[in-house]
């Protein structure tokens, strides 16, 4: 954008080099972004999951393309900025949904004043770790079933296992269906989720 807007042609070796950057730094960010989502999904096909899959893949194809552009041409053409501009935007969607998995929208906060110290402590923990799968403020399904009045119900949405303490914790360490396992998750953290889903 800057060699269009002060006519600098020369400015093409630059975008080359960041193409190639991009390129080479691909394989490895994608290596790394498996094993972050080995780790703290347990490899759950989550739909921002499914959409960095595809963004990567059609990145990966769009840069390729890129990569022959800026070799085969000495100045830019509208073809060219049409590509680095389908670029940025799979980086953007990338990100976005990359964001989505880090930094899940936070759950309503309507009764938070309301909450004791523990049911607070399991509001953070479930914001950082469960929201983005399940709303706590209603129950429709986002990937898993919302949560709001679990405690009223004799069985849990999923499993049918009986709605106790110990079947909550049993889920969390050792899950049924496609939810992640949440093994390295303390007792005292577990006794604060706990908490906060009877306050639902």
Known sequence: LLGLAFKKPVLLS??????????????????????????????????????????????????????????????????????????????????YFGGELVYATAQPKANEQSLSALQADGAAIFNQSCSMCHYSDRTDKKVGPGLKGLYGNAQMPVSGWELTDENIERQLKTPFAAMPPFSSMTDEEIDAIIAYLKSL
């Open 14 to 95: 630059t975008v080359r080099h960041c193409v190639i950057l991009a390129l080479a730094a691909l394989p490895f960010v994608a290596f790394f972004g498996v094993m972050d989502w080995q780790h703290f999904y347990a490899g759950a096909w989550l739909f921002p999951i499914q959409a960095k899959v595809v963004l990567a893949a059609l990145l990966l194809v769009v840069l390729v393309v890129a990569l022959i552009t800026v070799f085969r041409v000495d100045q830019f053409s509208g073809r060219s900025i049409v590509i680095f501009g389908v670029c940025l935007l799979f980086t953007f969607g990338l990100g």
